[in-house]
């Protein structure tokens, strides 16, 4: 069974930071891409950052150079660090990866729970 585990929402003033993490688990797992998507009320899930085993980051437009997605040390781990945010960022925010479940081929995409971001103004 794989578990996707997000920490570190909450409650920000505009112009504030928070930093989201999420903990991919189970049992003869490879995690290959992980990102980040978000959901507002109302609107459809976007893809927030993403970033490759290698490292490869991409950014929506909107928070390019105010995010910062990264995984350290631990391989199945991601970090979402977010800085300068605004009312618009309020949202639910989704840990997503592709993981591949040994012996099965292929990976497949899971989700964590969700956690909420809200930013006042």
């Known amino acids: 069974q794989v578990q996707l585990v997000e920490s570190g929402g909450g409650l920000v003033q505009a112009g504030g930071s928070l930093r989201l993490s999420c903990a991919a688990s189970?049992?003869?797992?490879?995690?290959?891409?992980m990102a980040w998507y978000r959901q507002a009320p109302g609107n459809e899930r976007e893809l927030v950052a993403s970033?490759?085993?290698?490292?490869?980051?991409t950014y929506a437009d909107s928070v390019k150079d105010r995010f910062t997605i990264s995984r350290p040390s631990a391989e199945n781990t991601v970090l979402l660090q977010m800085n300068k945010m605004n009312p618009e960022d309020t949202a639910v925010y989704y840990c997503?990866?592709?993981?591949?479940?040994?012996?099965?081929?292929?990976?497949?995409?899971?989700w964590g729970q969700g956690t909420q971001v809200t930013v006042s103004s």
């Open positions: 189970g049992t003869e797992i490879s995690v290959s891409a």
């Open positions: 997503n990866a592709k993981i591949r479940r040994w012996p099965i081929p292929g990976t497949r995409d899971h």
């Open positions: 970033i490759t085993r290698g490292g490869t980051t």
